[in-house]
């Protein structure tokens, strides 16, 4: 079943042509990879699925329904963006972790909180840390869990382990692997080869159109 | 009132303080000769026209003038409000109802508690000076909102990626901004009588009025500037921050 799908989508910004008719399908627990030199329009992809900018040509459908005609809060619930080098508000790491449950106006689950920062290999008392002494990989693994809390049914992950050193590029794999094997369908974007080499699915796009 | 008179001579010798900034701004090059020459014959002429106009609407003393005049010191007050917002998307209807509530609150509470009378030699003075302040805390709010709305531009982005809504994402910008437009009234209300003798005591004093009964204004002045810069700064905030989005809820 298709989840994702672009239909002849263009993307300009003033003069520029970013995305060139663009059209694709994505199936549900797919994991698929795009690759492309920067600057091809990657994650201007992304973002155009996250519903974080709007195409000026073309249609987005989310389980055969315009992406328009969905509030975009509640589709942003479900198809979630984890940005390339995220940035922390707040504080501390808990008022990170806890804003998913504040926007839902839910109870908070400590335990959940627990499960997932063991996942990520960094302890309960990580949460009272100030956000300004964080180094990338572990701002980068706060922000992804900040992002699949509540387990999206689409998750856009934006050169999410680009600058990180192996030891927390594997923790984030690892979280990877496991929220697509609970059914989450996977659209990342990346350089890193060893991600490209050990990829399924692999869309390529060179200048704003997809070439393979 | 012997002492407040002014002769027209006294005024022209008074002008030699024009030429002072006159001549810093010759020798000194600063090329502001003709602004300021063109802003102290606009000042003359306005302050003329609104005396004659004053005084007919003193004289006058109609409740439908008065309410005329506070809707056209509203006005004014917004649409110079509104053009210190420097996002394109900005909507003049924003300050005019900001200008509005924080006015007429404001106003409808002093003469409530019968501290002004309903008459337009006391309403419109005091509406002049509510809306001026106003004016000056809601610029401030909506130039505070454009700042901070390029600085926390990825921090919103990614709160809306996460599902939030577009007043959650902008809350810590709300915030920073309002605090912003009343932290000039609250500092002023520190100083005052040490720093500055404010307008309305000034006035009073060289009316002739016994300070000690000139302070009880000043006081009056400063708990309505609180409250008319608040309710500006909080109304103009919350309504202008939508204007950063559009109808999808994305960043514009």
Known sequence: MTIIEFKHISYQVKEKQILHDVSFKVNQGDFLTLVGPSGSGKSTILKLAANLISPTAGDIFYQDKKMVEYNPIQYRREVSYCFQQPSLFGKTVRENLIFPYEIRKQAIVEKRIDELLKLVDLSADFLNKDINSLSGGEKQRVALIRNIIFLPKVLLLDEVTTGLDDGSKEIVHQLIKRVHEQGTTIIRVTHDQSEIQTAGHIMQIKQGRIIK | ?252
């Open chain 2, 1 to 252: 009132m012997k002492n407040m008179m002014v002769s027209n001579l006294s005024l022209v010798l008074a002008f030699a303080l024009v030429l002072v900034s006159i001549a810093i701004s010759a020798k000194e090059k600063l090329g502001l000769t003709k602004d300021i020459l063109t802003s102290v014959f606009r000042a003359i002429i306005q302050l003329v026209i609104i005396g004659f106009v004053l005084k007919f609407i003193f004289h006058a003393d109609q409740l439908w003038l008065t309410i005329v005049s506070t809707l056209v010191i509203i006005f004014n007050a917004s649409w110079n409000a509104n053009k210190r917002d420097p996002n394109p998307h900005c909507s003049l209807w924003n300050s005019i109802i900001a200008e509005a509530i924080g006015t007429y609150v404001t106003l409808g509470l002093l003469i409530f508690s019968g501290v002004i009378k309903p008459i337009p030699m006391q309403v419109i003075p005091i509406t002049g000076m509510i809306a001026g302040n106003e004016m000056v805390a809601i610029g401030l709010c909506y130039k505070a909102l454009h700042d901070s709305f390029n600085d926390l531009h990825q921090q919103v982005l990614e709160k809306l990626a996460l599902g939030s809504d577009i007043k959650l994402a902008s809350m810590p910008i709300l915030r920073r901004s309002i605090k912003t437009a009343m932290q000039p009234t609250i500092d002023s209300a520190k100083t005052v009588g040490l720093v500055n003798l404010p307008g309305m005591m000034s006035g009073l004093i060289f009316a002739g009025i016994n300070p000690v009964y000139a302070i009880k204004y000043q006081i009056m002045i400063t708990f309505m500037l609180l409250s008319a810069t608040s309710l500006g700064a909080v109304i103009s905030g919350y309504l202008a921050y939508k204007n950063y989005f559009n109808e999808q809820m994305q960043l514009r």
